[in-house]
């Protein structure tokens, strides 16, 4: 070949060297033995070479094959380098431009889904790591209640699996689309019909139907798993606040002379401390079959807590919902603690007993106070709640009220504070 | 316009028999004013699609690539022509003024 014709070829090859050589290697060829054609057609070089602009062959390679490579990759990566290669390939026409700006719609819902089903899949690996890491935490015992929070994890990952596929095949199908009337759009700006659709993978579409079945599969299994061991109606209950139809009722009772500080908390249940009748210190509590709790001695105090007895998974999360079961704590008249402390999660909590000092606090349940039948000097906060003093609601977040020699702390983080 | 005619055109020429690059690119150009740069994407594309194949006979010591047309290829060019056939009516409206007689000539 002559110097003209090498110096075109070379032009090409520098105008394509970003694109992958399987893209570059056929149309150097083609267009090597285009000119090699035409030279034994008689025509001359000067003639071959003044009918090929090697910029519109470049932008007719790069459009092409940027639409090529992107429909043939997975997933959002289709959607990455077309968009920029396919404005390359348009060399600034402002009506395909203008196409181009109209694909972002799509492409933009797509990219959303494509994001949707990512989270999806991240929630079911998440799923499967919060179901071992509960059923780690179960009571051995509940062999029943284990298999049904392995269910439960199978439901969650085979449900949110389905999803993420659905999702992500949906973003697909619109990216497919989208690249299709791209490619029309750049091609062939007046054609009626968008050229047919490129090959699919009769294998792919199969392997894709058969994921989504054995994902639903799993997912009904897991339901399957789960109702037997009572799970979804222990939620249920626990949520709407229902009051459980089997409770254990426990009790313990100390000496007040031995006792100086008295430590309660909860998850869920309530706590009511209040002046009783008997010489004692006692304490009730309403246990019902997913918590557990127990009051000990620990040297001239007392402290109740209750946790989850290990038989219902991811307790902690839901138990945030306000309890219906109590603890019950009564003093004899008379009797003032050095110092007590209420904590619960979301249990209502009421005091009506006298103390040195009294902390209490809640994050999300009703908070109680008999401040006036006792010399209290009172703090109350709270965050997301209110504060109502003798029944008149406040419109700060903050409350003090200088009083006797005994101090209560009342916190509450989203519930009410009713200081009576 | 004619852009849009040159797949048809291609394929409708291959179904009467395989031909080379150049001479397919001859044809065209007889039929068709278009850039001889237009060819090439064409043809890349029906072969993406699987419209159509190659093959490599030996000419005067080089390699000629020859383009065939394949079955779907066939039912494609099958599918363009009751387009076209579609397309016959919308012509000739045009080309009476917008006179909507033609089906009953």
């Known amino acids: ?420 | 316009m004619k852009k849009g005619v040159l797949e048809p055109l291609v394929l409708a020429i291959l179904k009467d028999g395989d031909a080379y690059g150049y001479e397919l690119s001859e044809r065209v150009a007889g039929i068709v004013d278009i850039a001889e740069t237009a060819l090439y994407p064409v043809l890349r594309r029906l072969q993406e699609q699987g419209l159509l194949e190659t093959y490599s006979v030996e000419h005067n010591g080089r390699l000629r690539k020859y383009y065939r047309i394949t079955p779907r290829g066939r039912r494609r060019w099958q599918e363009y022509v009751k387009e076209l056939e579609g397309l016959e009516r919308v012509i000739a409206l045009v080309k009476r003024g917008g006179k909507d007689d033609v089906g009953e000539d």
């Open chain 1, 1 to 420: 070949m002559s110097e003209k014709i090498d110096g075109l070829m070379a032009s090409l090859r520098a105008g394509l060297q970003d694109l992958p050589e399987e893209a570059v290697r056929p149309a150097l060829d083609y267009w090597a033995e285009y000119i090699a054609e035409a030279l034994e057609a008689g025509r001359s070089e000067e003639e071959i070479l003044s009918r090929l602009s090697t910029e519109e062959i470049v932008a007719a390679i790069r459009a092409e094959a940027s639409l090529v490579r992107a429909e043939s990759r997975p997933g959002p990566l289709r959607l990455t380098g077309a968009g920029r290669s396919v404005l390359r390939g348009l060399g600034g026409t402002a009506g395909r431009a203008s196409l181009l700006a109209a694909a972002s719609v799509p492409y933009t819902l797509a990219i959303g889904l494509y994001l949707c089903a990512v989270g999806s899949f991240l929630a079911v690996a998440a799923s499967a790591g919060l179901t071992v890491y509960e059923i780690t935490r179960m009571s051995a015992s509940s062999a029943w209640e284990r298999i049904g929070a392995a269910g439960l994890g199978l439901f969650a990952a085979g449900l949110l699996g389905a999803l993420g596929l659905l999702l992500w095949l949906a973003a697909n199908a619109i990216t497919r689309v989208t690249l299709r009337v791209l490619r029309r759009g750049v091609h062939r700006s007046d054609a009626k019909e968008p050229p047919p659709a490129a090959p699919r993978s009769p294998g792919r579409w199969k392997a894709r139907r058969a994921a989504f079945i054995v994902l639903l599969a799993l997912g009904l299994l897991g339901l399957g798993l789960t109702i037997p061991a009572r799970l979804p109606w222990s939620y249920v209950s626990i949520w709407n606040s229902m009051r459980p139809a089997a409770l254990t009722e426990r009790s313990w009772s100390f000496d007040p002379a031995e006792i100086r500080t008295l430590d309660l908390q909860t998850l869920s249940s309530g706590i009511t401390v209040r002046v009783g009748s008997s010489d004692l210190i006692t304490l009730r509590y309403e246990e019902p079959r997913w918590m557990s709790g127990a009051a000990l001695r620990r040297g001239d105090g007392v402290s109740f807590s209750e946790t989850s007895s290990g038989r219902l998974p991811y307790l902690e999360w839901v138990a945030r919902h306000e309890g219906v079961t109590t603890l019950v704590m009564e003093v004899p008249e008379g009797y003032v603690p050095r110092e007590v402390t209420l904590r619960s999660g979301s249990g209502p909590i009421e005091v009506a007993m006298p103390a040195e000092t009294i902390r209490v606090e809640t994050e999300n349940g009703r908070l109680g106070f008999a401040a006036s039948r006792y010399a209290y000097g009172v703090r109350a906060m709270t965050r997301n709640g209110t504060i109502s003093v003798s029944g008149t609601v406040l419109d700060r977040t903050t409350y003090e009220a200088a009083g006797g020699p005994l101090e209560a702390e009342l916190r509450s983080v989203d519930g009410k504070v009713e200081i009576r």
